[in-house]
């Protein structure tokens, strides 16, 4: 088969050594009962000739962004992505390595791993970052549950404006410990909600940029938090980071978010990677690994996985998480992204989106009945408008005119029916943009 | 000058602040085609960052050399023999990647509307169906991101089912040669764990187990084949037992590469399954990860699998049917680990039915002629035939001064990454040991005479072992200072708080 050097004779020897006529006799203790008995039903054998061209022909089935003009966002953008991150973080000695259980032989990953806990605890302001989670859904599903073990409390307030793909994968993770999340009604503030609560919360979650686009002053949050003894937890948009300041640095305890946005592909969602940073004092209840640096017998700077006493195969029951893998190679391609681009570059990344998505929202505004959903607050490349008429159609018009339009936020949550969110890259060329305001000014 | 890398004269791992000088660029952007924007006027003094990025600034070679010579310290299942156990370092193969990477696969957004990604949702829908038949379930959610996420989903699933019959269980039933994860995602989930023993044969003390079970059981987490590699020839019992008690049995997946083909977790009596695509078929590790765990359940479970679920209209078109009233909820955010899913695809696509089934046949015999060439030195705790791994004992070595660990290191400098040392924990100075059916017989007898020679080494010169590895960019390291003082993220010299540079 394929990938099993074995010959023939290799099996003949290896069964004398053990005594046996064939391979089948070592599987007695399988009861008869329960054996299968017939070959599965499933395709193939395919030769790598066969299966590429079969591979072929169902992607090219697929319309990809690189036909379609892209315009959709809610966490994932179709971003520009360097030769070199996929050359590097394509190497098979990162790639078809383990978890570094065994450093020396592991140096590589755990240097990277250490490289990006410094690089997103800097972004977000914050004092630590643990080595990755799986997606910014379960990073914020996990810094809730960080936020009941260390108040002892119950509930989670989560605004309404937080991707509402981490608001329903953290109401699983919390209702699955006994506790439950709480969003603001549709016609209800966040400060209304925080002020009919009975109860101080074990945290308040909020999006930065959040889900319209707004970019808003979170301090005054993160004080109310702190004043009732509750946790502030934001998750952010890496990229918006660049340009606006840190919620470290606003006073927030935990910071989390969708990795995707640095070099990582769309891939149909997966797999990118979650960030997971906090403030000095929660260090040791992080939730999976963390890498930190010490020395060998011999005074050489060298890096461990740390900590390790929060984990599942050191404290099983009594670990601050079950998360065992995580998104490593994922990490890295985040880690040579962020390399590359340098701190003048990934801000150059930002602002050339802000200014492309200023520039298209300007344009489609003058059109009857645009607006912004929530002009209360500025918006940098994401951003939520309203539409003279049905989303759903406005969005089938343009994909007859070979554009992803934006999403339908009413498929989202009823309150934002009627909205359309629009996301920016720097991809996006000035005439890529005309080209959207020129169809949309035909629409109807 | 000497040949070598950067790192083989350094005094340290070296890092990519370590290369970063102000003004570097390692990559340069259109310029704009757009008025620009004023970033401190648009945010104003309040929401305008102040803090710097804390991003080293470094030309494009410098960050190849350094990745290069970063990759050039790692040690991964393409430079050689990495037999750790429960695992499963199989070859990962290399169509794989190119499948993944096809912009048809790649390059496509998770919002797009479903009629601009046809090709992609039949593959899968086609891979939910390949798994259900692998595993004997009816029905198989691709969303959980890993084996441990998958756990957390299949006990919310048996919750669901549970609570749906009226009931209210707190206790799952975990067998103390158990991973982890199943207790910690017990816990997770809010449950009370109950250990139940290994027998002398090493498998579930069914005695043991009927004196657990009751009225508050939930039910019972198996792996199987266990982390001792040994197959629980007492699985219909131990599910009658469970059933009888009204639990219902979870299976991890993570030891499925031994069964493929022969028998599966539908059929045992298992009512919930995770198989883990990074274990069993074939995708990478990844340095840790991205994983994919993928869950199975029997049909009474589908309702509550997280949504949104495929489904298929009269007229064929597949589409994403978010409306789950009965669901747990959404684990993972859209579809799951897509590119994972299609990389594992491609490997059960070119091995077929027989192919499958090959891969459980070599990888248990690979397994049972490397614990036979080890015998003579190296006993198993259980002397049964094993499957697909086997654990080692080194209580004898230990007596004779050398540990797990001292072995373990020493492997090493033979060039081999060493089994998982000290687990499971039912074993005296455990070393684990999988080699997977894609190493060669000559690599398997390399193994075994390497761990031979180290064995004559305890005697003979025990200094090779205390000292070693003798041949990597570090030597031991020091892991209690590491835990004393985290040091987790660099700093500029001189310790200046807050990040360094722009």
């Known amino acids: 088969m394929r990938y099993i050097p074995h010959t023939a004779d290799d099996r003949a020897a290896m069964l004398a050594a053990l005594g046996l006529s064939d391979t089948g006799s070592l599987f007695e203790d399988i009861p008869a009962a329960a054996r299968l008995g017939r070959p599965l039903r499933v395709p193939g054998p395919l030769t790598e000739m066969e299966l590429q061209a079969a591979m072929r022909r169902d992607a090219a089935k697929n319309r990809s962004t690189e036909d379609l003009v892209c315009f959709l966002g809610g966490q994932f953008y ?29 140096q590589g990953t755990l240097a990277v791993i250490y490289e990006f806990q410094s690089m997103m605890a800097g972004l977000t302001g914050l004092a630590a970052a643990q080595a990755s989670m799986y997606d910014g859904a379960s990073a914020v599903a996990e810094a809730a549950l960080l936020a009941l073990d260390t108040t002892h409390r119950l509930t989670v307030v989560m605004d309404r404006g937080v991707f509402p793909e981490s608001r329903q994968v953290a109401a699983t993770y919390v209702t699955a410990r006994g506790g439950r999340v709480v969003v603001p009604a549709a016609d209800q503030s ?12 074990a945290a308040v979650v909020v999006q930065q940029p959040d889900v319209m686009g707004r970019v808003r002053d979170l301090r005054p949050l993160a004080a109310w938090a702190h004043e009732r003894g509750a946790l502030a937890i934001a998750a952010a948009d890496p990229v918006a980071l660049a340009l606006i300041e840190p919620p470290g640095r606003m006073g927030f305890d935990v910071v989390v978010g969708e990795g995707q946005p640095l070099g990582n592909g769309l891939q149909y969602g997966g797999p990118t990677f979650g960030f997971f940073c906090v403030q000095e004092a929660l260090v040791r209840r992080l939730p999976g690994r963390v890498v930190g640096a010490t020395h060998d017998g011999s005074h050489k700077r060298g890096y461990v996985l740390t900590l390790q006493a929060r984990e599942q195969h050191i404290r099983r029951e009594r670990a601050t998480s079950n998360i065992c893998s995580n998104h490593s190679l994922n990490a890295l391609q985040a880690t040579i992204y962020l390399a590359l681009l340098g701190p003048e570059g990934l801000r150059e990344v930002a602002r050339l989106s802000a200014a492309k998505a200023h520039y298209l929202v300007d344009r489609l505004t003058a059109l009857p009945g645009f607006a912004r959903m929530a002009p209360d607050a500025p918006y940098l490349f994401e951003v939520a408008l309203t539409v003279p008429g049905s989303v759903a159609d406005l969005n089938r018009y343009l994909l007859d005119r070979g554009i992803l339009g934006g999403w339908d936020m009413g498929r989202w949550d009823p309150a934002w029916a009627g909205g359309w969110q629009l996301a920016v890259t720097e991809q996006r060329t000035r005439a890529e943009l005309d080209q959207l305001v020129e169809a949309v000014s035909t629409w109807q | 000058m000497a040949v070598g890398t950067d790192w083989q004269q350094a005094d340290r791992t070296p890092l990519i602040y370590d290369r970063s000088h102000p003004g570097r660029r390692g990559v340069r952007l259109p310029a704009p085609d757009v008025p620009a924007v004023d970033e401190a006027a648009l945010l104003g003094p309040s929401l305008a960052r102040t803090a710097p990025l804390g991003l080293p600034e470094v030309a494009e070679n410098d960050v190849v050399r350094h990745y290069t010579a970063l990759s050039q310290m790692n040690y991964g299942v393409d430079t050689g023999f990495y037999p750790l156990g429960s695992c499963t370092m199989k070859y990962n193969p290399k169509v794989n990647e190119w499948v ?33 038949e692998i595993s004997g379930m009816d029905a198989v959610t691709l969303q959980p991101a890993a084996g441990a996420q998958g756990e957390l989903t299949g006990v919310l699933l048996m919750r669901a089912l549970i609570r749906a019959r009226g009931e209210e269980r707190h206790t799952l039933i975990i067998p103390d040669s158990a991973h982890g994860t199943n207790p910690a995602t017990a816990a997770m989930a809010g449950y009370r764990v109950a250990v139940v023993p290994s027998n002398v044969r090493g498998g579930v003390d069914l005695a043991a187990l009927r004196g657990l079970v009751n009225g508050d059981t939930a039910g019972l987490m198996l792996t199987n084949p266990n982390t001792l590699g040994l197959f629980e020839d007492e699985i219909l019992e131990i599910a009658e037992v469970v059933h009888q008690a009204g639990g219902l049995l979870y299976y991890d997946g993570a030891n499925a590469n031994a069964i493929l083909g022969e028998v599966r977790p539908g059929d045992m009596g298992f009512d919930v399954v995770h198989l883990n695509l990074h274990k069993t078929f074939s995708t990478p590790h990844g340095g840790g990860g991205p994983g994919s765990g993928p869950v199975g359940v029997k049909a009474v479970l589908e309702p509550f699998l997280p949504g949104p679920r495929l489904r298929r209209a009269p007229s064929g078109e597949l589409s994403w049917d978010g409306d789950r009233p009965q669901s747990i909820g959404k684990v993972r955010s859209y579809y799951g680990n897509v590119g994972i899913v299609l990389r594992a695809l491609a490997y059960i696509l070119s091995h077929g039915p027989e192919g499958l089934r090959d891969v459980a046949h070599t990888a248990v015999l690979n397994a049972n002629y490397l614990r036979w060439r080890l015998a003579d030195r190296f006993p198993t705790r259980y002397d049964r ?34 089994p998982t040392v000290y687990f499971p924990l039912v074993v005296k100075e455990a070393l684990m040991v999988e080699p997977t059916e894609t190493e060669s017989k000559e690599t398997l007898d390399r193994f075994a005479d390497a761990l031979a020679a180290i064995d004559k080494e305890i005697d003979a010169t025990p200094e ?15 892991e209690a200072e590491a835990a004393r003082r985290p040091n987790i993220r660099w700093r500029a010299a001189g310790g200046a708080e807050g990040p360094p540079g722009r």
């Open chain 1, 190 to 201: 966040l400060d209304e909600l925080l002020a009919s609560l009975a109860e101080p919360p």
């Open chain 2, 464 to 478: 090779a072992l205390k000292t070693a590895p003798h041949h990597t960019p570090v030597g031991r390291l020091d």
């Open chain 2, 100 to 132: 993944a990477a096809l912009p048809g696969f790649q390059r496509v957004h998770p919002l797009q509307p479903e009629e601009t990604v046809p090709g992609l949702l039949e593959l899968l829908a086609m891979m939910e169906e390949i798994l259900g």
């Open chain 1, 78 to 106: 179709d971003r520009f992505i360097p030769s070199a991150v996929g050359a590097l973080a394509g190497r098979g000695e990162f790639a078809t390595s383990y978890t570094p259980y065994q450093p020396e032989l592991s």
């Open chain 2, 385 to 418: 035939s094993v499957m697909h791994e086997f654990v080692l004992t080194l209580a004898g070595q230990k007596e004779r001064g050398a540990s797990a660990l001292d072995v373990a290191k020493r492997l090493i400098d033979y060039g081999v990454y060493p």
